[in-house]
C-alpha cells in the first residue's frame, strides 16, 4: 500500500497570535483548546466534531509548558502549542473517521497520554478496507515470553551473509521475515551446511534484504522523536524516562482512568539479543500498534500509518545486526 492511498491529505495553515492580554471573547466563533500536562487534565476539550471537506479552524494554547500538536496518522507537520500565545491551525480531512491528535513534544512522563480525537463525520469516495494486523491473524500471543534459546557470539554481519548465500527462497519473501524471528530463520538454516556463526550472518543478510537505507533512516527518526526517551537513543531500554517509569510510574498513573490493574515494566532493552532475536517483526508491530496494556508501553495504533509503524520494526532490529549500505 503506498503513502498516498494510506494517508489522508490535510491542509495545514499555521500562524501565532500573540495573546497580548487581549479579552479571549475575541475568538468565540472557534473555543480555545488548552494544553495541560497529563497529570493536570491533558487536552481540554479532547473531543471536536468536524466534517469532510469542511475547514476546522484551531486555536490551541498552553495553560503550563510547551506542548505540541499534530494528528496521527496523516502527513502533517506538528505545531508547538507554547503558554500564553495561541496558535492558529486550519486543518482539513478528506476522509471520514476517528482522528488521533496528541502532543509532539516532549511535555514529561505523561507526555505520551496527551491524546485526543476528531471525529469527522460525513462520506468518502473510497472507503478503505481496515487491515487487521499481523499478529492478530497469525494468533500470536504478544505478551508472551519470547526467548531464543541461542544467541551469537559475535554481531551478525549483513556483508558476510550476503557472501554466503546468495539465493534462497526465503531471502526476498516479505511474508516469511515478517511472520519469523530471526531464531526461526536461524533453524530454518539449519539444513545447510553453514556453521552458527554463518547461519546468524545470513539471518542478518535476510533482515537486511528485507528493509531499505530510506526506511531505516525513517525509522530511526520516529524512533528518536517517540522511543528514544523511553528505550534509550542507543535502545539499551535506559531512556531519561526509563528510571521515572518505574518510580513514579505508579503514581502518577492512579490519576488516570482505567490506571487499576497496571503493572509498570522497564522499557525493553532493544540491544539484548535473547528477547530481539526471538522476536518476529510481526509481534513487535503488534506491541507497537497496540502497546502495553498497562505496562507503560503506549500504543502508537492511532498515531502512526502501517508503513511508519514497519519502519520502527526495521530500525529496532538494527540493534542487533550489522547492515551494510
Ligand atoms: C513511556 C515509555 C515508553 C515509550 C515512549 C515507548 N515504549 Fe516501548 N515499551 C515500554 C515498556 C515499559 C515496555 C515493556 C513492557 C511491554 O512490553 O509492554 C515496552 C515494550 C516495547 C516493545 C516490545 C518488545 C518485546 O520484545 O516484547 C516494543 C516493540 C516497543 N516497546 C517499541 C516501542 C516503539 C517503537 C516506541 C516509539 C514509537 C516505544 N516503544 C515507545 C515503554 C515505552
Ligand atoms: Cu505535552
Known amino acids: 500500500m503506498n503513502r498516498s492511498e494510506f494517508l489522508s491529505r490535510i491542509f495545514v495553515i499555521t500562524g501565532i ?181 554463518q547461519r546468524w550472518d545470513v539471518v542478518a543478510y535476510i533482515w537486511q534484504s528485507n528493509t531499505t537505507p530510506e526506511s531505516l533512516a525513517n525509522g530511526q527518526q520516529l524512533y528518536a522523536q517517540n522511543c528514544a526517551a523511553c528505550h534509550g537513543e542507543n535502545g539499551a531500554g535506559d531512556g531519561v524516562f526509563a528510571d521515572d517509569l518505574a518510580a513514579s510510574g505508579e503514581a502518577s498513573m492512579q490519576t488516570m482512568t482505567g490506571a487499576d490493574n497496571m503493572m509498570m515494566q522497564s522499557p525493553v532493552d532493544f540491544t539484548n539479543p535473547t528477547r530481539m532475536l526471538g522476536a518476529s517483526p510481526a509481534l513487535l508491530q503488534g506491541k507497537i500498534l497496540r502497546g502495553g496494556m498497562g505496562t507503560g508501553m503506549p500504543m502508537w495504533g492511532s498515531i502512526f500509518t502501517e508503513e511508519q509503524i514497519w519502519d520502527l520494526v526495521a530500525y529496532i532490529y538494527s540493534f542487533q545486526f550489522k547492515y551494510h549500505y
Open 17 to 197: 497570535i500573540l495573546a497580548i492580554g487581549a479579552p479571549l471573547v475575541f475568538w468565540t466563533r472557534t473555543p480555545l483548546i488548552h494544553a495541560r500536562m497529563a497529570e493536570n487534565g491533558g487536552w481540554n476539550p479532547d473531543i471536536i466534531q468536524a466534517e469532510v471537506g469542511q475547514p476546522l479552524d484551531l486555536k490551541l494554547t498552553s495553560d503550563d509548558v510547551v506542548h505540541g500538536f499534530a494528528v496521527g496518522q496523516m502527513d502533517m507537520q506538528s505545531v508547538d502549542v507554547l503558554p500564553g500565545k495561541v496558535t492558529d491551525l486550519t486543518l482539513i480531512f478528506d476522509k471520514p473517521g476517528i482522528y488521533t491528535f496528541f502532543c509532539t513534544r516532549w511535555c514529561g512522563l505523561n507526555h505520551w497520554r496527551m491524546r485526543g480525537t476528531i471525529e469527522v463525520s460525513g462520506s468518502s469516495a473510497d472507503p478503505e478496507p481496515a487491515s487487521i494486523p499481523m499478529y492478530v491473524t497469525l494468533d500470536l500471543d504478544i505478551d508472551a515470553p519470547h526467548e531464543s534459546p541461542v544467541v551469537p557470539q559475535q554481531i551478525p554481519s549483513a556483508i558476510r551473509g550476503q557472501e554466503l548465500i546468495t539465493n534462497s527462497p526465503i531471502l526476498q519473501s516479505p511474508d516469511y521475515y515478517r511472520s519469523h524471528s530471526p531464531y526461526q530463520a536461524f533453524t530454518d538454516l539449519s539444513h545447510t551446511t553453514l556453521a552458527e556463526p
